[in-house]
Nanobody, 120 residues
């Protein structure tokens, strides 16, 4: 599966940003990870395409919202109340399985990444 991300950029703290990702074919799940300099890649959110079941990392719960469109093979990540600690490269990911998976090694395919910078 090839993944193409869109969005990202510079936003002030407290602001909002939306990322999107289009898949070349329909996977079982799509998700987002992020990686800040010197840190491990971190699970952000995932969505199961067949029924829209979502999961969120603790650091973004209540502020970020993931959604999907099956026909468009697209997912979106709406990020609100952004903080400086949200600054990272955000990666779109996909996998064939349908169970909750939060380790990067559980995911099959990755986008090229898009930079999100939150200024304080």
């Amino acid at each position: 599966v090839q993944l193409a991300e869109h969005g990202g950029g510079l936003v002030p703290a407290g602001g909002s940003l939306r990322l999107s990702c289009v898949a070349s074919e329909r996977p079982g799940m799509m998700g987002w990870f992020r990686q800040a300099p010197g840190k491990d890649r971190e699970f952000v959110a995932s969505v199961r395409l067949r029924d829209g079941t979502t999961e969120y990392g603790d650091s973004v719960k209540g502020r970020f919202r993931i959604s999907r469109d099956i026909g468009l093979k697209t997912q979106w990540l709406q990020m609100n109340s952004l903080k400086s600690e949200d600054t990272a490269v955000y990666y779109c990911a996909s996998r064939g399985g349908w169970d909750d998976a939060r380790a990067p090694s559980d995911w099959d395919d990755w986008g090229q990444g898009t930079q999100v910078t939150v200024s304080s």
